[in-house]
């Protein structure tokens, strides 16, 4: 069967086509499982954090908490604001949730990389995707015709944007010991040590800047619960809804696969096999943006912004410099 | 949607002012109440509260009702302290009858009243956590509250709603063992108390939120007549526990914590410093408790207030909490008017929030600590 | 500076701690002997002597009697309305005979404000629960009354 | 106050209390005396002779500054010192306690209005944090077109509390800076608090619309 996933190298005829849709679907089903099992493990994290036991009514321990919760959003009535503007508050779901199902395509989830696209320039082209879900998120906010909304999606638009950049420059800095943009090469140069060593300062950069483009605790600001009750989808119901947070959870997880990658040595790993490697690395990654929500108030949204651009890019320069009078010298 | 950026013939930048309705619905309120913003970009121009949805007319509800009778409404103000609430009330007929509280009732009443100081204060820190943005506190604060409601529903038989204290002393002398249980609760709370301490105030994104957001000095404090931790937040030494000793608090030794700079950081941790304190006093009041004694003075069974006007003010959890009382010499009321500390602290919110950041509102709000069955009676 | 680290070791403390979750209908919460639930009563106590319902904050509770063949009066109809009951306990305080008692049923959720109407059979029936669930307290109670 | 003995006998106590309250230094020895004399209703309370004597401390100061007719009236209330002054001097009168170098009433503890069948009747309890003095301040107005000066100027606290009163008692406040409903909703018609106050019958009176009645 391997030769149906070979179409890297392969010119475009209907076998490969099919492969690459057959690929996508399983891709996609992977990340949906993912996500389900997110939302349980958070759940359940934070539940034992905080003294309880989390989700533990539907199926054994509660497993089937996630697919209920889907279950009840998918079967609730689709409500579209009066006053909203009707089209672009259809599309902004969409909008949004695209880019967080395509930015999957390049990461390598194993050795194999079976289903995964060999893109060599994976990690540009992961944060040029990334950016188009600002825009959904923007516009789900502006179409709500709800002044939380908007409020939530303007704080989006500006968190996402003044963080992408330490985010992508905290990138370049591995990209520059890798000498590739190729994610799956990044992985191969990392078998003597993982990036995360002698990048230190980069993972760094890449964490708060992670922690911020996903939105989430300390970073949450955009769907502050106390502040703007919801945020940018607080007019969203039903299935509209579940994309945000399919969104949000698929971009947890690409972000982890993306920090695994980066830093952690993808699916590199002694006795087990890759891909194993990769679900521990994703899943400890995971698990500290669960530990943050647990202990984490919320920044200011003046102290993100200076933040971001008077303490992170410094950093992220800082390490780049570094990065390229070692790698020139040495 | 008008909101966004106009441009005027200069080509400059204007922007339009927008009214954004926080509440009666939304997540921290602390229950119905609404504030009228109005902000340009996330910069708040002006905010008017306006309250009045929980208003249940206790007072006028007071004016048909015997004086114990009157005291299962207490518990209703401030729901999260209603043992103070109890109290205070129990307090004012007493001051205007002159009678003599038994000794063992007032030192049960005495803990049960810090012990409600703490839970509220604990409440308060989850509360405004919360509202900051941290979820776990919220959740811890509740794990400790549970064991003083459970203390407080074995002794009273309530959780919430005690109705526990009685003009001339209390309803129930304490069940066998309880005092124990009080006692071995102390050095619990001491545990979690340093526990919050390490997991809330040395957090950095904590600081930089509170310190220095919604500072008013005290004379300001002073003249918009507030109380309680809004009032010592601003160093300003006034609490009614020292000032004019009610009940026995003159037989114990605390301290009364002071705050430097008057914002939401001393605010808070003159809650988590209060806690201990009233851990010092229940320990000393578990020490000096008689064991056996009448827990209900000799009051007559209809209880006659001689005509004229009374008023008698407690340290509540929030502020001075008062009762006013004009008796015509009947057996209810002719007026009964409830000094309520929230409803005070609340006016100087305005003053607080222009000029701030929408995300500082939250954090301002939480930190004169409200509770709407209070402010609205 | 990193103060925020210490808070991060708190919540990482907490985890494997015992949890504190009630799995409510399943198991169910130990009342107090004081807890004040839904009101239990016993007519052949009552003496209708109308102190329950002046005392009450609310008049929440309605009560009617007559004199029977001994001269003894006699409950006929004896009301709480528990839509406005504050479960204050007043009126257990004032009950001379102690006819009038609480008990620790404390479900009361119904689809109608009419269920919230509960009369003296209603009443009595809690007292028999009540004596099923906590017999040793009722012997206490009444071992008290004896000594 | 510590080091005291916890176990002593609680009349003293209360002693204590009466001289840090209200300043009545002569009250707290006589205490336990007018405890015992109280059985006896003819003799006084030596806290209340105590309080009259300061309320009529308090008059002179007042009546040196605005004339003998501000005060209407100097007793005490309960145990404590109690001064009625006229509407029209309510605000300077109060103003000028604030400030006075021998009173300093700088902090409102409690506004109340009462409706008596004859009059409004508005009172202040008053504190000052540095000299401990607790006195409580009447003013008083007619129930038809009920109206007395905002103390706002000078307790700026008291801005709700007026409200309030507005609200529930009827009493238009001159001067007020925002002076509205504040418990009720506006478009209510009545004032509960008022005796003559009846639920039944505000269905019969008509809604004016947009109209404070």
């Known amino acids: 069967m391997a030769w149906l996933w070979q179409w890297h190298n392969a010119g475009l005829s209907w076998l490969p086509f099919l492969g690459m849709v057959i690929g ?68 902004a779901p969409v909008i949004a949730f695209i880019p967080s199902f395509m930015v999957l395509a390049v990461i390598p989830f194993s050795r194999t990389h079976v289903f995964t696209a060999n893109l060599s320039i994976g990690a540009l082209y992961y944060l040029a995707l990334s950016a188009i879900t600002i825009h959904g998120v923007m516009l789900g906010g502006w179409a709500s015709n709800n002044k939380y909304a908007l409020i939530g999606g303007m704080r989006s638009a500006a968190q996402m944007l003044s963080y992408e950049i330490p985010l992508g420059l905290s990138l370049v800095g591995v990209v520059l010991m890798a000498g590739s943009l190729n994610l799956n090469d990044i992985v191969s140069a990392q078998r003597t040590w993982w990036f995360v060593i002698p990048q230190i300062l980069g993972f760094l950069v890449f964490l708060v800047a992670a922690t911020a483009e996903l939105n989430r605790t300390p970073f949450d600001l955009p769907e502050a619960e106390s502040e703007l009750v919801a945020g940018y989808h607080v007019e969203y119901t039903g299935f509209r809804f579940a994309f945000f947070m399919l969104t949000e959870y698929l971009y947890l997880f690409a972000m982890a696969g993306l920090a695994a990658t980066l830093f952690l040595g993808g699916w590199l790993g002694p006795w087990l096999p890759g891909w194993l490697w990769f679900a521990i690395k994703v899943a400890a990654f995971i698990f500290f943006q669960f530990w943050l929500r647990a202990t984490m108030p919320r920044l200011r949204v003046d102290q993100l912004m200076s933040f971001s651009w008077k303490v992170l890019l410094p950093v992220a320069l800082l390490n780049l410099v570094i990065t390229a009078v070692v790698k020139a010298w040495v | ?13 204007r922007t339009e002012e927008m009214l954004l309705n926080v509440g009666p619905q939304h997540p921290s309120t602390h229950g119905v109440f609404r504030l009228l913003v109005k902000i340009s970009g996330e910069t708040i121009l002006d905010a008017d509260p306006v309250i009045g949805y929980l208003h249940r007319g206790t007072e006028k509800l007071a004016e048909d009702l015997q004086y114990t009778q009157i005291i299962p409404y207490t518990d209703r103000l401030d729901y999260l302290a209603a043992m103070l609430n109890n109290y205070a009330f129990c307090h004012a007929v007493e001051e205007a009858l002159d009678i003599q509280v038994p000794e063992r009732a007032e030192y049960l009443r005495v803990i049960l009243m810090e012990m409600q100081r703490i839970a509220s204060h604990l409440l308060f820190i989850g509360t405004y956590l919360l509202d900051l943005g941290a979820m776990s506190p919220f959740l811890y604060v509740f794990q400790e509250r549970e064991r003083i409601v459970q203390l407080f529903n074995e002794i009273s038989g309530a959780r919430l709603t005690y109705n526990f204290m009685r003009i001339g002393g209390v309803k129930y002398d304490a069940p066998p063992g309880w005092l124990d249980k009080v006692r071995a609760f102390v050095p619990f709370m001491r545990e979690k108390i340093k526990m919050y301490d390490s997991l809330i105030t040395g957090n950095e994104i904590f600081l930089d939120r509170t310190r220095g957001v919604g500072v008013y000095d005290a004379e300001t404090a002073l003249a918009y007549g507030m109380s309680g931790i809004n009032l010592r937040s601003t160093g300003f030494d006034w609490d009614l526990r020292r000032k ?33 304190e009233s851990l010092k006093i229940v320990e000393q009041a578990l020490e000096q408790i008689p064991d056996t004694g009448p827990v209900l003075g000799k009051v007559p069974r209809l209880i006659r207030i001689p005509a ?70 | 500076m990193f103060g925020f680290l210490k808070g991060m070791s708190v919540t990482l403390s907490q985890l494997p701690k015992k949890k504190v979750t009630l799995q409510y209908p399943d198991v169910r919460p130990e009342w107090p002997e004081r807890f004040r639930g839904v009101h239990r009563f016993i007519p052949e106590l009552c003496i209708n002597c109308n102190q329950c319902a002046r005392i009450c904050p609310t008049d929440c509770i309605s009560l009617g009697g007559e004199r029977d063949a001994n001269k003894k009066m006699r409950i006929d109809t004896f009301d709480i309305n528990f839509d406005i009951c504050i479960l204050c306990d007043l009126c257990t305080e004032v009950c001379p005979t102690e006819a009038i008692l609480m008990s620790d049923t404390f479900e009361m959720a119904a689809e109608t404000r009419d269920s919230f109407y509960l009369d003296m059979n209603w009443l009595y029936e809690n007292q028999l629960r009540y004596e099923q669930n906590h017999p040793e307290r009722v012997q206490a109670a009444t071992a008290g009354d004896d000594a | ?130 000299l401990g003095h607790f006195v409580c301040l009447k003013t008083q107005t007619p129930r038809d077109e009920a109206w007395l000066p905002s103390l706002v100027p000078a307790h700026p606290g008291v801005n709700w509390e007026e409200r309030e009163i507005y609200d529930l ?28 106050y009846s639920v039944w019958a505000e269905t019969e009176r008509p809604l004016v619309d947009g109209q404070r009645p």
């Open chain 2, 308 to 377: 004229g006007e009374y008023y008698s003010g407690i340290e509540g959890a929030r502020g001075e909490l008062g009762f006013f009382i004009v008796s015509d010499g009947k057996d209810k009321p002719y007026r009964l008017k409830i000094r309520k500390p929230s409803f005070v602290n609340l006016q100087l919110l305005p003053r607080l929030l222009r000029g701030q950041n929408m995300a500082n509102l939250i954090a301002i709000l939480g930190a004169v600590d409200i509770v709407l069955g209070e402010v609205d009676a």
């Open chain 1, 24 to 91: 996508a679907i399983v891709v996609l089903l992977i990340g949906l499982g993912v996500v389900t099992y997110e939302i349980y493990f958070e759940r359940k994290v934070l539940g034992w954090m905080q003294g309880r036991i989390g989700p533990n009514r539907v199926g054994p321990l509660g497993l089937f908490q996630s697919f209920a919760d889907i279950l009840k959003l998918l079967i609730k009535e689709d409500v579209v604001p009066e006053k909203a503007d009707r089209s672009l508050f259809l599309l």
């Open chain 4, 1 to 130: 106050m510590s080091e005291e003995q916890p176990q002593r006998p609680a009349a003293p106590t209360k002693a204590a209390r009466g001289q840090e309250a209200g300043g009545k230094a002569a009250a707290g020895a006589a205490s336990a005396a007018g405890r015992a004399a109280n059985k006896q209703p003819p003799a006084p309370d030596p806290r209340v002779l105590a309080a009259r004597e300061q309320a009529e401390r308090l008059s002179q100061a007042v009546v040196e500054q605005f004339g003998p007719e501000a005060v209407l009236e100097s007793g005490a209330a309960h145990h404590k010192p109690m001064l009625r002054i006229v509407r029209e001097r309510w605000l300077d009168a109060v103003d000028y306690l604030r400030t006075h170098p021998d009173w300093r009433l700088n902090y409102v503890e409690c506004m109340a209005g009462t409706d008596y069948a004859d009059r409004i009747e508005v009172v202040l309890f008053v504190q000052s944090t540095e």
């Open chain 2, 1 to 13: 949607m008008r909101t966004m950026a106009l441009l005027d013939e200069a080509n400059q930048v």
């Open chain 2, 244 to 276: 004019k000793p009610y009940s026995i608090y003159d037989r114990f030794d605390f301290a009364v914590p002071l705050g430097q700079h008057g914002d939401c950081f001393d605010r808070y941790y003159l809650h988590l410093l209060e806690m201990g």
């Open chain 4, 169 to 196: 008692l009827g009493v238009d406040f001159r001067g007020h800076p925002d002076l509205r409903r504040i418990m009720l909703d506006d478009d209510f018609v009545g004032h509960p608090l008022r005796k003559d």
